[in-house]
């Protein structure tokens, strides 16, 4: 019999090893740290208490559950970890059914799940439960042992994120960024502080674009690593909306991932919708190439 619980701490180092057990991340520098998974189950407002939830079954974890709340665009995500087998439909079933008590509790109007391609009992279960596939996004990856050299236009220079100054303008500056992108929930200055203290993120690997003083874009890159194993992704890229069009998404881009080789790395990752032709064409141009891609589902309320 499958058991379903609130999360606790007394469950925290089982579900860290059942995460990397599903993921086979163990030896990777994608493996999952304790201090990672506190980290993300706490990024205010959330509480790992109301908001995360545990299927096990002779104390042997089999599914893990954060729900996301994003008040400001009346939206739920659902993070889900299910091992394959033996109640995995029981197990998403009632994963969906907790979404959507918590979409109704917080008022919001719609729940979003993300799924492999090649998730294909999910995306049964889902579409027969009326939810429907809204999105497709791209995992791409670069590993070219080249990068083409870094060429700013006249005029502007690169600075780094400093932390204790730059909070409130890298806040501003990816709602402004971003406000109109599809699935995209505006921060505050508490969410922005607390994620560029979190493990995997170096001030460093922010970096500004600017024009006299005035910030116009950066991107916020990200880094793992495992022994002599290590990985770096472009997290977030942004172009502030008065200066589009000018060629800046191209060299801030480069500009982190010139970053993040002088650290060793080699393969860098990030994710991109597909419908974002400027955005795909750019990646492809650099050299990443798409290795997976993932489904969103929805459910309107």
């Keep these: 019999m499958i058991k379903f ?43 790992p208490e109301t908001n995360c939830y545990i299927a096990s079954t002779n104390n042997d974890v089999l599914g893990f559950l954060q729900i996301v709340e994003e008040p400001l665009v009346k939206r739920i995500v659902g993070l889900q970890t299910i091992r394959e087998g033996g109640g995995f439909a029981e197990i ?48 791409l990856r670069f590993e070219d042992p080249h990068l083409e050299d870094l060429v700013l236009p006249d005029d502007y220079s690169l600075r780094h994120f400093v932390k204790g100054k730059d909070e409130g303008a890298l806040t501003d500056l990816q709602n402004q960024s971003f406000g109109n992108h599809w699935g995209f929930s505006p921060n505050d200055i508490e969410q ?29 890159t990200m880094e793992a690593h495992n022994g002599p194993s290590s990985v770096g992704w472009v997290a977030m890229t942004g172009v502030h909306p008065n200066y589009r069009g000018l060629r800046l998404g191209r060299a801030v881009v480069l500009a982190g991932m010139h970053y993040l080789k002088s650290k060793n790395i080699s393969g860098i990752e990030l994710e991109v919708d597909s419908e974002n032709i400027p955005a795909t064409k750019l990646y492809d141009s650099i050299g990443f190439r798409k290795i997976n891609q993932t489904y969103w589902y929805e459910k309107n309320l």
Excluded at 18 to 30: G, R
Excluded at 112 to 118: L, M, T, V
């Design 5 to 47: 619980d609130n999360f606790s701490t007394a469950y925290q180092k089982k579900i860290v090893e059942f995460i990397n057990s599903v993921n086979d991340s163990f030896n990777s520098p994608k493996k999952l740290t304790d201090a990672f998974f506190v980290q993300t189950t706490n990024v205010p407002p959330s509480n």
């Design 192 to 220: 922005i502080r607390y994620r560029t203290q979190m493990e995997r993120t170096d001030g460093k690997g922010i970096i500004f674009i600017e024009k006299n003083g005035e910030i116009a874009g950066y991107n916020w």
């Design 92 to 139: 998403l079933k009632h994963f969906m059914t907790i979404s959507v008590k918590h979409a109704v509790l917080t008022k919001a109007k719609m729940i979003h799940f993300q799924i492999s391609q090649n998730d294909h009992e999910s995306k049964k279960i889902l579409e027969s439960s009326g939810w429907h596939k809204t999105k497709t996004y791209w995992n």
